[in-house]
């Protein structure tokens, strides 16, 4: 169950989990599409804290985009992964998918550049449009860092308890659908 925590009264989560060993409290849940409060609690639902499982995976993935790569900014970093992804793809696609403005994409786009990572091509048929594809360098980059990423988390779950490994392994397919479907969000991003 969450809790919500402008009323105190508890709200039911589907599939929730409880993190071993620790207290329930209350979290805040700000999505417009969340239950009535006022709807009755699933009083064997566990309690989870919205606002602590919110911090702890900001906190982890913070963690996760310090590399050692210097000059990828986190905004910089997931475009080229997105330019990687889907391919080739129109700088309208790219902002709309990174939802960033037209006039930061083109900064970005050109530091990108510039470090040898992207490069512009030609839309055959069409002289003003041009589509943004991954360099082998840009490729090379990416997998570096995802492999500094996953190092780096695999250290961190050596610090843990068998029991708390389990706990991980049960939650892992809930927060693999929190990543990929945020509510208010339909891209999931």
């Not at 998918?97 to 490069?119: F, K, M, N, W």
């Amino acid at each position: 169950m969450v809790s919500n925590a402008s009323t105190a009264r508890p709200v039911t989560a589907a599939g929730a989990r409880p993190a071993t060993g620790q207290p329930a409290a209350t979290g805040t849940r700000t999505s417009p599409s969340s239950p009535d409060p006022a709807a009755p609690a699933d009083p064997a639902a566990p309690a989870i804290d919205v606002a602590r499982l919110r911090v702890a995976i900001a906190r982890l993935s913070r963690r996760l985009r310090k590399h050692e790569l210097a000059g990828l900014t986190p905004t910089k970093l997931s475009a080229l992964a997105t330019v990687w992804q889907a391919g080739p793809l129109r700088l309208g696609d790219l902002a709309a998918a990174e939802r960033i403005a037209p006039s930061t994409l083109t900064r970005l786009v050109s530091a990108l550049e510039e470090s040898g990572y992207v490069q512009r091509c030609a839309v055959p048929g069409d002289a003003r449009a041009s589509t943004l594809a991954i360099t082998p360098q840009g490729r090379e980059v990416l997998e570096r860092i995802r492999q500094e990423s996953t190092a780096l988390l695999h250290e961190s779950l050596l610090t843990l308890t068998e029991e708390q490994l389990t706990a991980l392994a049960v939650a892992l397919p809930a927060l693999e659908q929190l990543a990929e479907a945020i509510p208010g969000h339909p891209e999931g991003r």
